[in-house]
């Protein structure tokens, strides 16, 4: 039942022991800034990581909605 909640409304619902989609969002942006501190400028990097956190960090970096991200197609070993 919760899964199928999470299919119908995935930017609001959260299965249990799941992550909301607003701390994804806050958790990765967070980490985002921490790593772009620690980069020297014209250097370049590499970030691997899911579709989830993907969709989220695309959000912030090309000023989407949460909901404008969350069907973007990504995938497995897709470059971004």
């Not at 039942?1 to 969002?25: K, T």
């Not at 949460?66 to 971004?80: C, D, I, M, N």
């Amino acid at each position: 039942h919760e899964w199928q909640l999470w299919l119908a409304d995935p930017l609001d619902a959260c299965p249990a022991g799941g992550e909301p989609v607003a701390a994804l969002y806050h958790r990765a942006n967070q980490a985002l800034d921490e790593w772009l501190t620690q980069l020297e400028v014209g250097s370049t990097c590499l970030l691997i990581s899911h579709g989830g956190v993907i969709r989220v960090l695309l959000s912030r970096l090309l000023d989407l909605s949460l909901a404008q991200v969350e069907h973007f197609s990504l995938p497995t070993g897709v470059l971004v």
